[in-house]
Every structure is written in structure tokens, then in C-alpha cells.
């Protein structure tokens, strides 16, 4: 089966990322198929490269990124939730004069074409947060 995963919450705040991040594992592992993950509104947070996590807690940003490149996986965040809340790639923050981008390079930004095209794209669309 092919899933596309959708995330709104964003990683500290509430226990909805981390549910969302062990639920694409066991997709994986169960021999299915991610076509897209998609971080929406605060779940764009999962994103920034520029979190400092306490060596006590889980780095939920860092497993995303690893759980992306190890799979191959299409991590796309919504560009106005993005810039909304300071998260933007190198393009964004030259467009906007920005000093600096905080958008880990394992992610794109693209708007909410791209999360329809996800769910016509999958047999199954799971949202968490």
C-alpha cells in the first residue's frame, strides 16, 4: 500500500510528531510505501535545522532527517506555514533578504498542491496532530 503522512504538530509540544515518526517506521518496515510526507502548519517545526535539543529528550528533527535520507523519502513543508513561522531554504531567504535559512536541506518547501497530489497519489492518507 502506498501512504502519504501528513504532520501538524510540531516536535516538543505534543506527542503527535513522535506517534507520526514511529508510524512511517512501521509503514516502512511493514514493506510499504511513503509517497510523501507532508508538514503542515506547526508540524513544519520538525524541519528547522537550527533546534538545540537537550541531550535527555529524543531529537525528533534529527530522526525525521534520518528516517528521510536513509528511505529516500519526499519531505515537503508547506511554504506559507514555513514562512509564516521563520522556517525558509536558501532561495526564500534570498528572496526575502533574510541573513540565514533554517530549513534542513533533507525537506522542500512546496505549497498545497503538492499535499493533493499526495493524497490522489496514495492508497491511504494519515494526518497526526
Same mark, same amino acid.
Given at each position: 500500500?502506498?501512504?502519504?503522512?501528513?504532520?501538524?504538530?510540531?516536535? #516538543?509540544?505534543?506527542?503527535?510528531? &513522535?506517534?507520526?515518526?514511529?508510524?512511517?517506521?512501521?509503514?516502512?518496515?511493514? &514493506?510499504?510505501?511513503?509517497?510523501?510526507?507532508?508538514? /503542515?502548519?506547526? &508540524?513544519?517545526?520538525?524541519?528547522?535545522?537550527?533546534? +538545540? +535539543?537537550?541531550?535527555?529528550?529524543?531529537?525528533?528533527?534529527?530522526?525525521?532527517?534520518?528516517?528521510?535520507?536513509?528511505?529516500?523519502?519526499?519531505?515537503?513543508?508547506?511554504?506559507?506555514?514555513?514562512? #509564516?513561522? &521563520?522556517? +525558509?531554504?536558501?532561495?526564500?531567504?534570498?528572496?526575502?533578504?533574510?541573513?540565514? /535559512?533554517?530549513?534542513?536541506?533533507? /525537506?522542500?518547501?512546496?505549497?498545497?498542491?503538492?499535499?493533493?497530489?499526495?493524497?490522489?497519489?496514495?492508497?491511504?492518507? +494519515?494526518? /497526526?496532530?
Amino acid at each position: 500500500m502506498i501512504f502519504s503522512i501528513v504532520i501538524h504538530a510540531p516536535p #516538543y509540544s505534543r506527542q503527535a510528531a &513522535g506517534t507520526a515518526l514511529r508510524f512511517a517506521e512501521s509503514v516502512l518496515r511493514g &514493506g510499504h510505501r511513503i509517497h510523501r510526507i507532508f508538514f /503542515f502548519t506547526d &508540524g513544519v517545526h520538525n524541519a528547522n535545522r537550527l533546534t +538545540v +535539543v537537550s541531550r535527555d529528550e529524543a531529537n525528533l528533527q534529527e530522526l525525521w532527517r534520518q528516517l528521510i535520507h536513509e528511505h529516500d523519502l519526499d519531505a515537503t513543508v508547506c511554504v506559507s506555514s514555513a514562512i #509564516y513561522r &521563520g522556517l +525558509v531554504d536558501e532561495e526564500q531567504a534570498a528572496r526575502h533578504e533574510l541573513p540565514a /535559512f533554517s530549513l534542513h536541506p533533507e /525537506f522542500s518547501i512546496a505549497g498545497l498542491g503538492q499535499l493533493t497530489d499526495a493524497c490522489l497519489q496514495s492508497g491511504r492518507t +494519515v494526518s /497526526f496532530g
